[in-house]
């Protein structure tokens, strides 16, 4: 599976947006992206997943681009609620299934 | 509540004792992933079932042993344990495979004394 990059730490502000980049260089032809949300002493959450160009849902939008080489995670108008881990995973579409987390991104964010 | 539920919530145990861990999938979810988070190491990828037979293996040690039963449940059996077995231990199920996301349970502490 392709190794990921992302920041290990962002601050931000409730009511901004938040932008979470992951760069994925090496991904196979036949990998999703997937983001998952991680609250502290709690399971991780499936927030979102796509395979190309823009996927939105009610929480987020997940913009990859045209070279699959990168994916952005974008967070509307966060809250206090939202402060998290994040965490971009290849996910290999065969059904070996497995998945495997990184280190993800510590969001904190302040009132 | 996720669907997934496992127990204990909390165990507090001895240095060279056994004990199992309980998940139960969502319904209709035929896959169970282990996952094992400590503070220095992350979430680690233990092993996978399928349908009651085993799919994926990752840093399982052999202390540790698992299998999912006819109506899909599973157990993770930790034996022999170690100051550095003490962690949060997460259970997964999906349909299939990764394409709809998997749901994670909200984890049994280990607190191995």
């Known amino acids: 599976l392709a190794k990921t990059t992302q920041p290990i730490s962002m601050d931000s502000y409730e009511g901004q947006e938040v932008n979470i980049t992951c760069s994925h260089n090496?991904?196979?032809?036949?990998?999703?992206i997937t983001w998952y949300q991680q609250f502290p002493s709690q399971g991780p959450r499936f927030i979102i997943q796509g395979y190309k160009t823009k996927v939105t849902n009610e929480v987020a939008s997940l913009f990859i681009p045209a070279d699959r080489k990168s994916s952005t995670l974008s967070l509307p108008r966060v809250s206090l609620s939202d402060t998290a881990v994040y965490y971009c995973?290849?996910?290999?579409?065969?059904?070996?299934?497995?998945?495997?987390f990184g280190q993800g991104t510590t969001l904190q964010v302040k009132p | 509540d996720s669907g997934v539920t496992q127990t204990p919530k909390h165990l507090i145990t001895a240095t060279g004792q056994r004990v199992t861990l309980r998940c139960s999938p969502r319904?209709?979810?035929?896959?169970v992933y282990w996952y094992q988070q400590s503070l220095d190491q992350g979430l680690q990828f233990l092993i996978q079932y399928y349908n009651g037979e085993e799919r994926a293996k990752g840093n399982i040690l052999e202390r540790f042993s698992a299998q999912q039963f006819p109506d899909l449940h599973s157990e993770l059996n930790l034996s022999s344990l170690e100051l550095g077995d003490s962690a949060l231990y997460f259970c997964?199920?999906?349909?299939?495979?990764?394409?709809?996301?998997?749901?994670f349970g909200s984890g049994t502490r280990l607190t191995v004394v």
């Open positions: 997964a199920s999906s349909l299939s495979g990764v394409s709809e996301g998997y749901t």
């Open positions: 090496n991904i196979a032809t036949n990998d999703y």
């Open positions: 319904s209709g979810d035929l896959s």
């Open positions: 995973l290849p996910t290999d579409s065969s059904n070996t299934g497995k998945l495997i």
